[in-house]
């Protein structure tokens, strides 16, 4: 069965984008005591994973979307991820300006995509 270019795009860009954030910013808390250069380099093999699955899922939905549909398609799955990762995984407190980049979010994605 071949799933639409829309969700094996989404679904290796959300694959990617855990990859990512964990590259970005677990470091912060699991390697604090680390100096830098060696949470560089633990970011950097967790981000070959990303790219692993970026570069394909990009590859993929360049097929049918333009270029600017893709990035906003990645800036929304980038803020599914990101949210519930600084919530339950850095242990941050929710805010409301989540929300309002949401809403920003949403614009962007009707802009990008309205024919």
């Known amino acids: ?7 094996q795009t989404a679904v ?3 694959l990617s984008n855990v990859f990512m954030t964990f590259a970005w910013y677990a470091h912060l808390k699991e390697l604090s005591a680390k100096p830098w250069f060696v ?6 093999g967790v981000a070959l994973f990303e790219y692993l699955l970026q570069v394909p899922a990009n590859r993929i939905g360049f097929t ?3 270029l600017a549909q ?3 398609l990645q800036e929304v799955i ?4 990101f949210v ?3 919530l339950f995984y850095m242990n941050q407190p ?7 980049a949401s809403l920003c979010i949403v614009g962007a994605v009707y802009f990008v995509f309205r024919t």
């Open 84 to 86: 519930p990762f600084a």
């Open 94 to 100: 929710i805010k409301l300006d989540y929300l309002w």
């Open 64 to 66: 049918q979307f333009s």
């Open 12 to 14: 290796l860009l959300g």
């Open 70 to 72: 893709l990035k906003i």
């Open 78 to 81: 980038t803020l599914t991820i």
């Open 39 to 44: 949470a560089a380099l633990v970011s950097w």
């Open 1 to 7: 069965m071949k799933f639409p270019v829309l969700v």
